[in-house]
């Protein structure tokens, strides 16, 4: 017993355990845990721990940690593999059985659509009845409840059983005072019903929002100390015009603001942006960023950026853009076309530059997030960055560039995002570190053989090199194999 009592005591000394709490009474007065993980490469960004350790779990909680031995009933040998948080997705628009089968192989264990968002929270969930293996949850989706109010209709998420949104007026027309009235009691509900921060599709109804009403949502935003997860207006290759607008919404009314793709808005300009949001933060707005690690973007047909002038905005033309379905090439009459014909039809167009990644993805601030496109089947192809984001980082940028360190890109898939929502959600607190407390979500996986696999035009390949996932204590992949009817996902924006 002593001798139990003196691993837990260098545990906490060694790898500062004390942001979750604990009840070591409970820990000591048991001999052999659930399961123990050895051996394994233990990195945890959140006290830059970087060490061979064993790991103890008992129900949903890591219990224990140490160099020494545990015993358990369970034991997996991680030898030569690393013992990461599990990743955490903060912008992901797949909530559906297939897309969390290959987030989870991806080393997902938490996909939150922040950028969207949905109202109620239950719409996030509505495709996930038999269970979901990944835990789950969403911000308070804006464009809902401006679907409620300016066309009296219930559109809860992006895409449902029945197809995408396609608004009527919700994203053309302004609302009067007595709309944006509504609008914030609404807010307001949504928040009250675990939203995760709020969800601003401002791009899509840039013509729609004025001023008064954009203040209205930062007002609620700071009030509530709730982020606004934010699509910013889109300007001409790199305009910082819309990046502006929210840095002096969050430096006036200390409103939390998280930019969602960011170098999908700041193209060739992002170094200037990240000096711009660095400058806003050290005086007063609190401004985070992610982005993803691909060069194209992807949206709807019908999305309002292309009711301008798309081919200056991006510099590029129709030739550039794929049809996702089949992943054809556009030309001028196929683009006119499907504009037409499939005005909910989603495209990918190739805009961006690795250069522009590779500013962006070195800056310690930037998180990692997918911007996975909803994966509803394999016969209608999607962009692949919900199938390969994470190990992409891992195999390009980290083993073969060295552009950032494993412990790096752990922290930006893992502790940044959890830290950043723990005051919105505290669930957050005990997820996206490894310590004595914490939620036992777990991604294991060989550093030297990860890899992504899905490309533009064949996207269903999964990812390779996650050996293991652990979600709530559970495994749920056993040898890189996902287990059947495993389901320990939680809907987080609904658990309070």
């Known amino acids: ?26 820990l000591v007065d048991q001999n052999i845990y659930d399961l123990v993980i050895q051996h394994g490469r233990v990195i945890n960004p959140a006290n830059q721990t970087d060490a061979i350790l064993n790991i103890a779990i008992q129900g949903d909680t890591i219990v224990a940690i140490s160099p020494e031995k545990l015993q358990g009933k369970q034991i997996i040998d991680a030898k030569n593999l690393v013992v990461a948080p599990g990743f955490i997705d903060l912008h992901s628009h797949t909530p559906t059985p297939l897309g969390q089968y290959f987030q989870l192989k991806d080393g997902v264990t938490t996909a939150l659509d922040l950028e969207a968002g949905a109202f109620p929270q239950s719409g996030y969930g509505q495709f996930l009845k038999k269970g979901a293996h990944i835990h789950h ?8 409840i401006r679907i409620k109010v300016m066309e009296g209709k219930d559109e809860a998420y992006i895409f449902s059983h029945k197809g995408a949104i396609h ?107 990240l000096e711009r949001i660095e400058i806003a933060n050290k005086n007063g707005a609190d401004i985070s960023v992610e982005m993803y690690p691909y060069t194209a973007g992807s949206t709807t047909i019908s999305a309002d950026v292309f ?29 006119e076309k499907y504009r037409k014909e499939q005005p909910t039809g989603a495209i990918i167009h190739h805009y961006g530059k690795e250069d522009w990644n ?15 496109m909803p994966v509803i089947s394999r ?24 552009l950032m360190t494993l412990s790096e890109a752990i922290g930006k ?58 979600v709530g204590g559970k495994m749920v992949i056993y040898k890189g194999e996902v287990l059947k009817d495993v389901f320990m996902g939680q809907h987080l924006s609904l658990k309070k």
Request: aromatic share 8%; glycine share 8%; proline share 4%.
């Open 1 to 26: 017993m002593k001798k139990i009592i003196f691993y837990l005591s260098s545990c906490i000394l060694l790898l500062n355990c004390s942001n979750p709490s604990t009840n070591t009474k409970e």
């Open 137 to 144: 949850g969403a911000s308070v989706g804006y464009f809902a």
């Open 167 to 273: 608004p009527e007026i919700a994203f053309t027309q302004k609302a009067t005072t007595e709309q944006i009235a509504a609008m914030r009691q609404l807010l307001h509900q949504g928040l009250d019903e675990g939203g995760i921060g709020i969800g601003l599709l401002l791009d899509y109804m840039d013509s729609a929002v004025n001023p008064e009403e954009l203040k209205m949502i930062f007002e609620v935003a700071a009030e509530r100390k709730a982020p606004v997860c934010v699509h910013i207006r889109r300007g001409v290759q790199g305009d910082p015009a819309g990046l502006e607008e929210v840095i002096a919404l969050s430096e006036s009314l200390k409103a939390p603001v998280h930019i969602c793709h960011l170098q999908a808005n700041a193209m060739g300009k992002i170094a200037s942006w």
């Open 307 to 335: 009711n301008r002038d798309w081919q200056t905005i991006f510099g590029i033309t129709y030739e550039d853009v794929q049809w996702s379905d089949t992943g054809e090439y556009l030309t001028k009459e196929t683009w």
């Open 358 to 372: 590779r500013i962006g993805l070195k800056n310690p601030t930037v998180m990692i997030a997918s911007d996975a």
């Open 379 to 402: 016969d209608k192809k999607v962009t692949p960055r919900g199938i390969g984001t994470f190990s992409k980082i891992l195999a390009k940028y980290v083993r073969e560039e060295k």
């Open 413 to 470: 898939m893992s502790y940044l995002p959890a830290k950043r929502l723990e005051e919105i959600s505290p669930v957050f607190a005990k997820k996206g570190r490894i310590a004595v407390g914490a939620h036992a979500d777990l991604t294991i996986f060989d550093a030297a053989t990860i890899q992504d696999h899905g490309t533009y035009e064949n996207p269903y390949q999964e990812s390779s090199g996650v050996e293991y996932v652990f």
